[in-house]
Structure formats: structure tokens, C-alpha cells
């Protein structure tokens, strides 16, 4: 019988009988709690399609870090001979060598770069190709802050013809702005779109990352080699919490709503 008095309810609430189970399939779209149900069943699949999208996530990576081990470790083309019209995301890394000459008087800096934890800027300049008209963007290396002023930045030129080694890499795309009104110094990204505006000759659309000597020189600028990380991520942990907050809310709703069930209460999850 139910209780009539609030001592019985009391005492109730402080020693509930065990709820059955056939009790919970009533309160899963009853009037109050149709809706957090309703929740739970959308979040559930979305979780679960969060965990695959991390898997296939990793499985890019892979494939990735494989692509990026072959070109790090294929040997060195010149650049003249690469079709330069493919997908440029597949010369990515590619090592080459490219013979020409500098020309420093449409040389830029490129600001905020970090060499062995030292603040400094990368000198870019374009080194003019046999073709006289055309033209390839060279980051030929780092320098201190100190020394990147137009008046201190002639000490770094390397004049004559140049064989210069190094590693294909893209443009860095930026916010699309009004082309400056005069030729500028310092650049944020070495946007190489943005960059023909002020040059007279006509850029290829990759630049090159000059590599250090093989003979381990450091003067200045400082050559910069290449840095990636080829790990797999975290993309695998990512997935299996996924995939385990699945069961744990499914499970836990449940056992809210046989608590609930339990206790004969009204509350909102």
C-alpha cells in the first residue's frame, strides 16, 4: 500500500527496494523523459562516428609519414626537370638542386622563426633561373634580429652563380589583403602569391628551403634543416575514448533511470 504519512515516505527514500529493470523501458519516453532519451540516442551514434573519423584520421597519417620517409629519403633532382603543374603536395619535401643566381635587391625577411631556441627572422630571396625571366623564392637560412636591417643585411649576400641544395616546400597561404602599395621588407608568411606583386620576375610556385653544407659550415644565414614529426599521433587513444564513452553514457542513463525508478522521484538528468 502506499505510504500515507511522511514517516513512511522517509523511510523509503533512506531504504529503497530494489528497483526492476521492467520499470526503466516506461520511463524512457514517458512525458518527462522522452526528451534526455531522445539526447542520449543522437549522442550515442555521434560519438561512435567521432571514434571512426580518428581512425581514418590515423590511417592519413601513416600514409602520410610514409610518403614524407620516401621523399626525405629519395635522392637529390634538379628542379628544371619536375612538372611543376601537378599536385605540388606531392613534390612536398622533395629534395633538389637548382642552379641560378640571387638577386638581393628583391631580397625580404621573414619574421617570427626560432633557430636552436633563438628569436630571429629567414632571409628569402629569389634566385633568378637560366631562363631570365623566371625566378624561384630561396630560404637561404636564419639570422639574429640584430642583423635584419636594410643596412646590415648586405653582409649575408652571396653574389655570382649559386648550385643551391635544398627541399621543396609550399606556399604559405595567408588572409587575402590588398597588394601593398610599395615593395615591403618584412612578410609574416612566405606567401608566394602575395610576393609576386613585388617582384620582376615570375615566381614558380614552390619555393626551396636551402640545407645545411655537407661540410657542417656555420656561418650565417644559418641553413635550416628540415624537422618533422613522423609519429602516428594520438589520433588511435583518441578513438577508443570515443568508443568508450559510447557504453559509459548508454550505461549510465540507464542506471539513472532505474535510480530514479527506485526512488519514485521526478528529476531532470
Not at 589520433?235 to 532505474?258: K, N, S, T
Request: net charge positive; aromatic share 8%; proline share 8%.
Amino acid at each position: 500500500a502506499p505510504c500515507s504519512t511522511r514517516a513512511c515516505r522517509s523511510a523509503q527514500i533512506m531504504d529503497p527496494k530494489p528497483a526492476r529493470w521492467g520499470t526503466v523501458p516506461s520511463l524512457l519516453f514517458n512525458r518527462r523523459w522522452w526528451w534526455s532519451t531522445l539526447l542520449v540516442l543522437l549522442a550515442m551514434p555521434v560519438m561512435t562516428r567521432l571514434g571512426f573519423w580518428q581512425l581514418e584520421r590515423g590511417t592519413q597519417r601513416r600514409a602520410r609519414n610514409e610518403h614524407v620517409s620516401q621523399q626525405l629519403a629519395a635522392d637529390p633532382l634538379p628542379l628544371a626537370g619536375l612538372d611543376l603543374s601537378v599536385d605540388a603536395q606531392q613534390l612536398l619535401f622533395r629534395a633538389v638542386t637548382v642552379r641560378g643566381e640571387y638577386d638581393h635587391t628583391q631580397q625580404v625577411i621573414l619574421r617570427g622563426q626560432k633557430f636552436r631556441g633563438q628569436p630571429g627572422v629567414n632571409l628569402i630571396t629569389p634566385l633568378v633561373l637560366p631562363a631570365a625571366d623566371r625566378a624561384v623564392l630561396v630560404n637561404r637560412g636564419w639570422i639574429l634580429y640584430d642583423s635584419a636591417t636594410p643596412a646590415k643585411l648586405a653582409q649575408f649576400d652571396e653574389p655570382g652563380p649559386q648550385l643551391v641544395r635544398g627541399r621543396i616546400r609550399l606556399s604559405q597561404l595567408g588572409a587575402a589583403k590588398a597588394a601593398p602599395q610599395s615593395a615591403q621588407l618584412d612578410w609574416y608568411r612566405l606567401d608566394i602569391t602575395a610576393l609576386q606583386a613585388q617582384m620582376s620576375y615570375n615566381l614558380l610556385p614552390v619555393y626551396v628551403q636551402q640545407q645545411p653544407d655537407e661540410n657542417g659550415v656555420n656561418g650565417y644565414p644559418q641553413r635550416v634543416p628540415i624537422d618533422i614529426e613522423l609519429s602516428d599521433g594520438p589520433h588511435l587513444g583518441y578513438a577508443i575514448q570515443w568508443f568508450l564513452f559510447v557504453p559509459l553514457l548508454g550505461g549510465g542513463y540507464l542506471h539513472f533511470l532505474r535510480k530514479n525508478a527506485a526512488l519514485g522521484q521526478a528529476e531532470t538528468p
